[in-house]
């Protein structure tokens, strides 16, 4: 069975390493891209199941590079991320097709879950902790 292909696109190095980090251990083929460009590149020649895209990105922002991938693949799944409680943008990235979004600084933890049910595999962690 071929791997589910995540792509995170942030212009945060971190942020990417990060994440590639933690959704590689969860089994899934990562790209990466530091904007809208390179983004878009890799979903044409990789299309990706999912994509954690950063509203926030020097030159095209979050909002152009969703319609251009929705463009290109309409099945492809996003989630937002965003650092700033844009409610406008949020609000129109839904109405664009992302599924949701996730708020910087985000739990880590939350946002696996998320993207492991977008996914359709569950995760041996889908417990609330504490419960």
Excluded: C, W
């Excluded at 809208?36 to 030159?59: F, N, Q, T, Y």
């Excluded at 969703?66 to 409610?87: C, F, N, P, R």
């Amino acid at each position: 069975m071929d791997k589910k292909k995540l792509l995170i696109v942030d212009d945060q190095n971190g942020i990417r390493v990060l994440l590639v980090e933690v959704f590689n251990s969860e089994g899934y083929q990562t790209f990466q891209a530091s904007n809208g460009k390179l983004a878009l590149e890799i979903v044409r020649k990789e299309p990706p199941d999912l994509v954690l895209l950063d509203m926030k990105i020097p030159g095209m922002d979050g909002l152009d590079i969703l319609k251009h991938i929705k463009q290109i693949d309409s099945s492809i799944k996003v989630i937002m991320m965003t650092a700033y409680g844009e409610l406008d943008m949020i609000k129109e990235a839904t109405d664009l097709g992302a599924l949701m979004h996730f708020t910087k600084p985000f739990d880590i933890d939350e946002l696996r879950v998320a993207v492991n049910s977008q996914m359709g595999l569950s995760s041996s962690h889908d417990y609330a902790v504490g419960s």
